[in-house]
């Protein structure tokens, strides 16, 4: 799958998101978010990176509310 994937898998989120996303999302804190992950959205070229990971992590929340079956975001977010 590659480095940042296999490494989610071997501790568990791939399975946590892959059973209870919402959970996940609700939960997620930009406090626990790597530096090294902040870091790579700055290289990327994102002049604000917290705020980007904060969006991106209200959007996944907001899509397993609005679209709680797995059937249904598949088809959505196609």
Not at 28 to 56: K, N, W, Y
Request: glycine residues 6%.
């Amino acid at each position: 799958m590659g480095l940042v994937a296999d490494s989610m898998e071997a501790v568990g989120i791939m399975d946590a998101l892959d059973e209870a996303p919402e959970i996940v999302f609700e939960h997620l804190r930009l406090s626990v978010v790597p530096e090294q992950d902040i870091d790579l959205f700055r290289q990327a070229g994102f002049a604000h990176p917290e705020a980007e990971i904060t969006i991106i992590t209200a959007r996944g929340l907001n899509r397993y509310i609005y679209w709680p079956d797995p059937t249904e975001r598949t088809v959505r977010h196609r």
